[in-house]
């Protein structure tokens, strides 16, 4: 079996893999209404949120599931947000408010960029309409890790905008800080640094924010957070759950605390990423940030010279690894290289080992 260092779906532990396989339930029944509990307790307490403020929802979908939900069910009719992107994933949060007619305004910055601080006040300034400001945490596109600690500064700034962040490739192994952000709302997934399996998302909601929303039409059916909200809370589902996917992110999450939760997580990849980082440098090929600027989950690098990504992934798959192309047009300069899920510092040492063989 190759070593998955594509950004999820992960390598399973073999206990996550094993929880697939649990008796078959309905999701009208109570076994599968304590299951749901049970993950809606343990998603807050990853990050130690008190029940009385936060809620999660947890829905069947991938992540860009929870990213749609988040943005249509905090985003009221009379509502506006701005946009900070700098890379795919916060211009798929543009795409959705397009889509759904939600007003918008964006703060563009080409992929990988820093986000400019001086431009965002500006626009935070001029626009004292604002009722959110939506952002990615980590920006999967290139690995760099937003500075939402100085963004959300100036949020507090100018009228406390509560921030919606997508944090789909950092829930469970990057700090969040929920109440300093103001986050009224933030997506996630689980099979990314949960280790889980693809098919379940889930959202956070601080539950004045939802108190609101449920006074304001509902933008969709099928995703609608007020409506999943109501029926969780109260024992149901308003949907049919993916059962299984369930039983696995409630066995990802309890593994996840048997190890010591995020912090350790955050460190476990810091390892794993130090040796690629290291390893890849002594064959001159330079990580695309920083340390401080990069995400512990993923890592962008230059493609070696005169090596196409195709020929780059081929050889490795033979060798055992699935690293993950660039995407759009950085297909052609860059590789990325992720260390979530059941991997080992040797697997990453032998990563190195084997891009030695290639590259030398
Ligand atoms: C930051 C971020 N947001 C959203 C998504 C979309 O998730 P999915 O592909 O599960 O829909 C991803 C996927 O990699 C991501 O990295």
Same mark, same amino acid.
Not at 150 to 172: E, H, Q, R, T, W
Not at 243 to 264: C, P, R, T
């Given at each position: *079996?190759?070593?998955?260092?594509?950004?999820?779906?992960?390598?399973?532990?073999?206990?996550?893999?094993?929880?697939?396989?649990?008796?078959?339930?309905?999701?009208?029944?109570? @076994?599968?209404?304590?299951?749901?509990?049970?993950?809606?307790?343990?998603?807050?307490?990853?990050?130690?949120?008190?029940?009385?403020?936060?809620?999660?929802?947890?829905?069947?979908?991938?992540?860009?599931?929870?990213? @749609?939900?988040?943005?249509?069910?905090?985003?009221?009719?009379?509502?506006?947000?701005?946009?900070?992107?700098?890379?795919?994933?916060?211009?798929?949060?543009?795409?959705?408010?397009?889509?759904?007619?939600?007003?918008?305004?964006?703060?563009?910055?080409?992929?990988?960029?820093?986000?400019?601080?001086?431009?965002?006040?500006?626009?935070?300034?001029?626009?004292?309409?604002?009722?959110?400001?939506?952002?990615?945490?980590?920006?999967?596109?290139?690995?760099?890790?937003?500075?939402?600690?100085?963004?959300?500064?100036?949020?507090?700034?100018?009228?406390?905008?509560?921030?919606?962040?997508?944090?789909?490739?950092?829930?469970?192994?990057?700090?969040?800080?929920?109440?300093?952000?103001?986050?009224?709302?933030?997506?996630?997934?689980?099979?990314?640094?949960?280790?889980?399996?693809?098919?379940?998302?889930?959202?956070?909601?601080?539950?004045?924010?939802?108190?609101?929303?449920?006074?304001?039409?509902?933008?969709? $059916?099928?995703?609608?957070?007020?409506?999943?909200?109501?029926?969780?809370?109260?024992?149901?589902?308003?949907?049919?759950?993916?059962?299984?996917?369930?039983?696995?992110?409630?066995?990802?999450?309890?593994?996840?605390?048997?190890?010591?939760?995020?912090?350790?997580?955050?460190?476990?990849?810091?390892?794993?990423?130090?040796?690629?980082?290291?390893?890849?440098?002594?064959?001159?090929?330079?990580?695309?940030?920083?340390?401080?600027?990069?995400?512990?989950?993923?890592?962008?690098?230059?493609?070696?010279?005169?090596?196409?990504?195709?020929?780059?992934?081929?050889?490795?798959?033979?060798?055992?690894?699935?690293?993950?192309?660039?995407?759009?047009?950085?297909?052609?300069?860059?590789?990325?290289?992720?260390?979530?899920?059941?991997?080992?510092?040797?697997?990453?040492?032998?990563?190195?080992?084997? *891009?030695? @063989?290639?590259? $030398?």
């Amino acid at each position: *079996m190759a070593i998955l260092l594509n950004p999820g779906p992960v390598v399973l532990s073999e206990r996550v893999r094993q929880a697939l396989l649990k008796p078959d339930i309905c999701h009208r029944e109570q @076994e599968f209404i304590d299951l749901q509990n049970k993950i809606r307790a343990d998603l807050l307490s990853v990050y130690d949120l008190p029940a009385t403020q936060w809620a999660s929802i947890v829905l069947t979908g991938s992540g860009t599931a929870a990213m @749609e939900a988040m943005m249509t069910s905090h985003i009221p009719v009379h509502g506006k947000v701005l946009i900070i992107e700098n890379g795919v994933y916060g211009e798929r949060l543009t795409s959705i408010a397009k889509t759904h007619g939600i007003d918008h305004v964006v703060l563009h910055h080409a992929w990988g960029d820093v986000i400019d601080l001086a431009r965002l006040e500006s626009e935070l300034q001029y626009h004292d309409e604002l009722s959110h400001v939506a952002v990615v945490h980590h920006e999967t596109t290139t690995g760099r890790l937003n500075n939402i600690d100085a963004i959300a500064a100036l949020c507090n700034k100018y009228d406390n905008i509560p921030i919606l962040l997508d944090a789909v490739s950092s829930f469970g192994a990057e700090e969040i800080k929920f109440a300093a952000w103001n986050i009224v709302a933030c997506a996630a997934t689980a099979n990314k640094c949960l280790h889980g399996v693809p098919g379940a998302s889930f959202v956070i909601v601080n539950k004045a924010a939802m108190t609101q929303m449920a006074a304001t039409p509902a933008r969709t $059916l099928y995703l609608d957070l007020v409506r999943y909200l109501q029926s969780q809370d109260t024992g149901g589902t308003p949907y049919t759950q993916s059962i299984q996917v369930f039983y696995a992110l409630a066995e990802a999450l309890d593994e996840l605390s048997d190890n010591g939760g995020w912090v350790i997580r955050r460190q476990q990849y810091w390892r794993r990423m130090d040796i690629v980082r290291e390893g890849l440098q002594q064959l001159n090929i330079q990580a695309s940030f920083a340390r401080d600027a990069s995400s512990c989950v993923l890592n962008s690098f230059p493609l070696p010279a005169g090596i196409s990504y195709a020929e780059l992934h081929d050889k490795l798959k033979s060798a055992g690894f699935v690293i993950y192309a660039g995407q759009g047009g950085l297909v052609k300069s860059l590789f990325r290289v992720s260390c979530m899920g059941e991997i080992s510092d040797s697997d990453m040492e032998n990563f190195i080992r084997a *891009m030695r @063989e290639i590259v $030398l």
